[in-house]
């Protein structure tokens, strides 16, 4: 499709609903949403989500709507009708514990909630009814003829809840100004999206990128395919590409890394032409080796719309793979402690900035002052910058790349140690699927790094003597515990947490338990390196 093409197909839209409703009018009989089961075209997407919509708005449901639900048609419906009332969507999991969904429903003061199944903790949820009648207009004065208000660009698109440092979980507010703008260069700019595609939505409901996956497709007359089942696991995703017809989806840097070499060329074979990945540093090789097949590498805090940089991969791309350029409309600065500029080829701060910066942390000021500050480069007084807490650094070639959390700083002996330096090579070791390394102050003999891997099992000295090639010995783990799979979050994101309570430090050679917790994209125990689950 030519430039002039695509950018006809958002010319004069402010909001995603403009571009969603643009697709209700020239697409109804395309197949918006595609399941095992049956499918639901445009035009039942429209009919579905608008009556839904003006039942929230005759409801007077608030501007913020709660959303329970799991990987299902009724969920993306859902998301598609709050929108389309105005409203922001709060997603919610019906796994979290009902306190903690509570307190978050209160401190936004929502009052509906939608959900695709009842809840025992909130019985008046409105459940979301996918199985009515799929034709006909709804009575003048029924409320589901209420008219459908307009959203403007700096009203709330979504919200969605982050760790905080306090115990209580941050709720960030993004204004459907930065998500339209990822959206509008995911299409013009970045080629992550084609009319004819079909995206498999595979990430979890309440992280930002499910925003992207979804509604990136809709509002440009592709398909979202979505699993049975809800979650999908990584023996599963060769077997739902192929019978769901799948041509892009969303891999986690967690499992793509280490999985990656065999998994491509299985999906390229499958017809798949884009995985897009993100999340956590992407550390693997031969990602772009396939001629039919990109991987984008996409980085970005929930506070800056999902993405504010992407890095398309290709034969020349390292191992640890850089986090690219920023997209259209997005300003990035790298600053020192005293926010000043450091030199490019230097480590610092990552800030954001422009079109993709959220509201904040709602009903929270100060937590939101700390972090969204005032940008001192900007052309317009009172815009803002975001402090990501990430260290890069700017390459030659333009592109940045990640050099950890700032957090995740440690000392041993008087040594700054990046865990990430460390990660990266223990999984350049021989036998070394994945790894995780964490500093633990319990062990005998006094704090030092502990190593958890997946892959073929091999002595600790092995390890260590290869190790040493690398790393000074302060970044040499002194214990390793080898693992089934690596646990991971909803968000795709190796659980640090799980991993803390899987060691006794007093235990020379610990045996760690298979993680409980069924996940999204779960890797499997696999001991080839660079191997993919046995089913997949």
Not at 245 to 252: C, D, I, R, S
């Amino acid at each position: 499709m030519q430039d002039s093409r695509r950018s006809a197909q958002t010319a004069g839209a402010r909001t995603l609903v403009d571009l969603l409703e643009r697709r209700f009018r020239d697409r109804p009989a395309a197949t918006a949403i595609r399941t095992s089961a049956r499918s639901w075209s445009y035009a039942e997407l429209d009919r579905q989500s608008a009556r839904l919509a003006r039942r929230l708005v005759a409801g007077d449901a608030g501007p913020i709507v709660g959303l329970v639900a799991r990987h299902c048609p009724a969920a993306l419906i859902g998301i598609v009708a709050i929108l389309r009332s105005g409203a922001a969507c709060l997603p919610m999991s019906p796994d979290d514990p009902p306190l903690r969904n509570r307190g978050v429903l209160d401190d936004v003061g929502c009052r509906r909630v939608l959900a695709t199944a009842p809840v025992d903790w909130l019985p008046d949820a409105q459940l979301i009814d996918v199985t009515g009648p799929q034709t006909g207009a709804d009575s003048p004065d029924s409320p589901a003829a209420t008219e459908l208000p307009s959203p403007r660009p700096l009203d709330l698109a979504y919200a969605l809840t982050t760790s905080g440092s306090t115990g209580r979980p941050k709720i960030v507010g993004v204004p459907h100004e930065g998500l339209l703008n990822l959206i509008i260069a995911s299409f013009e700019d970045i080629d992550l999206i084609r009319t004819d595609d079909v995206m498999l939505w595979t990430t979890a409901l309440t992280v930002d990128s499910t925003m992207h996956d979804c509604l990136m497709p809709l509002c440009f007359g592709a398909c979202v395919a979505i699993a049975d089942g809800g979650d999908l696991p990584a023996n599963r995703i060769l077997r739902t590409v192929r019978a769901l017809g799948v041509t892009a989806l969303e891999v986690p840097a967690a499992v793509l890394g280490p999985y990656g070499t065999s998994l491509l060329p299985r999906l390229a074979a499958a017809g798949v032409r884009l995985v897009i990945t993100g999340g956590s540093q992407l550390d693997g090789p031969d990602l772009g080796s396939n001629d039919s097949l990109v991987v984008h590498n996409g980085y970005g805090p929930t506070e800056a719309s999902v993405a504010a940089t992407w890095y398309p991969c290709d034969a020349s791309t390292p191992q640890w793979v850089p986090i690219g350029r920023p997209i259209r409309n997005v300003r990035t600065y790298v600053l020192d402690e005293e926010l000043n500029p450091v030199p490019a080829g230097d480590t610092g701060q990552m800030y954001l900035a422009g079109a993709g910066l959220a509201r904040g942390y709602l009903g929270h000021p100060g937590r939101t002052a700390a972090s969204f500050l005032p940008d001192p480069f900007a052309e317009r007084p009172g815009e803002r910058m975001y402090a990501t807490g990430d260290n890069v650094r700017l390459q030659p070639d333009g592109n940045y790349v990640y050099a950890g959390r700032i957090d995740d700083q440690i000392k041993i002996s008087g040594y700054r140690v990046e865990i990430g330096e460390v990660e990266h090579n223990l999984r350049a070791c021989r036998g070394v699927v994945d790894a995780a390394a964490l500093l633990r102050e319990d062990t005998p003999g006094g704090a030092a790094i502990v190593a958890y891997l997946v892959g073929e099992r091999r002595p600790d000295e092995l390890l260590t003597s290869q190790l040493g090639r690398w790393l000074p010995a302060p970044m040499i783990p002194r214990v390793y515990v080898w693992l089934d799979e690596m646990p991971l979050n909803r968000a795709g994101k190796i659980d640090r947490r799980a991993l803390a309570k899987m060691l006794d430090p007093a235990l020379p050679h610990p045996d760690a338990t298979r993680n409980p917790h069924v996940v999204p994209f779960t890797s499997g125990g696999g001991t080839d390196t660079g191997g993919c689950p046995d089913d997949c």
